[in-house]
Structures are given as C-alpha cells and as structure tokens.
C-alpha cells in the first residue's frame, strides 16, 4: 500500500525500493517519497533490527491481507504507533494497493523473508529459508481466528519491479483510469482495477 502522490515515482522508475535503498545518499530518491508512511520511530527501528545480517530496511514490506491492521489504522483514521501521525488527515482512497503473489516474488529470485508481525517489533520472528517460510504461511492459512496474517508482514529484498505485480488496486473508476494513465507514461501494464471494499472507512 501506499499513497497515491509516491506512485509516479514508483512507476517512473520501474520498481518499488526498500527503504535502505531510498535513503542510500540519493537525494532525488529520497524526495521522491512525498508522503512517508512510517512513523520516525518505526522507521528508525527497521534500520537497527536485523534479518540474516541485513536491516529490515532493506526489504519492502508487503501485507498479507487487504484488511491488515496498520491498513486498518488509515481506513478509520486512528493514530498508530507505526504510522506517520500526519496520516490520520489522510482519506483511504487516498492510496492504491500494489499488489504481488508468493510465487511472482519467488520467480524475481529475490530474498523472501515472513515476519510474524511488526517486523520492527523485538519479539517478532522471521522466516527466510522457503521451507521455514512454506511453514509460516501455512500456519497463518490454518488461523482459524484469522488475526495471524493482519499482522504479518512479507519481506523482499531490496527492489520489487512493478512488473511483477498482479494487480494495482485503487477505489474508483476515476482513480483507476489515472493510474492506467500513469502506467502508459512509464511505459508498463501492469492491471489495475478498481475494488472499492478494500479501501471503505473501517
């Protein structure tokens, strides 16, 4: 997820960057993050905790559900510790849902690492060998109570290319077609469609 006014840079430069990555002395990319989503304390403990030797800030975090918590948060406007406080006078059909599978991830042949929850809580676990993380999938799936995968985060190393999303999801018609707009610009076609239950105030 993220808000509608970081999509042209996402898409003019062809792939959504870990925050390592953005913030890797390059002002320009750096600038290009017009509405952080991250609150500074959220932010800055992604860069100290570590997965297999790498900040989680190296990754781009993904949800598991269209219904996660922190997604919750914005759609009915509740402060969260891990958002940026500005949100709160943010609409949720103020952003788009940017859409990836397991499989499409593990075809770009990059680091796929599931947290349990807050990847930048300390008593979060993580799973980064395929058959550790099969395992953790598999276990959310069979949450009957569903609570596992709200907060559960999937992790990808460094950059996912907009190409290998599925979808982009946005909330209507008229945010749709801009964005299909946006895509020709940049040159891709990825789908878009427009889901309005996604992004309805919680």
Do not use: C
């Not at 990754?59 to 922190?70: G, K, N, R």
């Amino acid at each position: 997820m993220t808000h509608t006014r970081n999509l042209p840079s996402i898409l003019s430069g062809g792939s959504i960057l870990s925050d390592e990555l953005l913030s890797d002395g390059d002002a320009e990319l750096s600038a290009a993050v017009e509405v952080p989503l991250s609150s500074d304390e959220n932010r800055d403990a992604r860069r100290r905790i570590t997965v297999d030797d790498a900040p989680v800030s190296a990754y781009v975090p993904f949800f598991l559900s269209p219904d996660a918590a922190v997604w919750s948060s914005i759609r009915s406007r509740e402060p969260n510790v891990r958002l940026n406080p500005d949100l709160v006078r943010t609409s949720p059909t103020d952003y788009v849902m940017l859409v990836a599978t397991v499989a499409s991830v593990r075809a770009l042949d990059s680091e796929l690492v599931i947290a349990d929850g807050d990847a930048a809580a300390g008593l979060t676990r993580f799973a980064s060998e395929p058959a550790q993380v099969d395992r953790m999938l598999a276990r959310f799936a069979l949450d009957e109570s569903g609570t596992q995968k709200l907060v559960a985060e999937a992790l990808v190393r460094g950059e996912v290319p907009v190409s290998a999303l599925s979808i982009i999801g946005v909330s209507s018609i008229k945010q749709r077609e801009r964005v299909k707009q946006q895509l020709a610009e940049a040159g891709l076609r990825t789908k878009v469609a427009a889901h309005q239950p996604w992004f309805a105030s919680s």
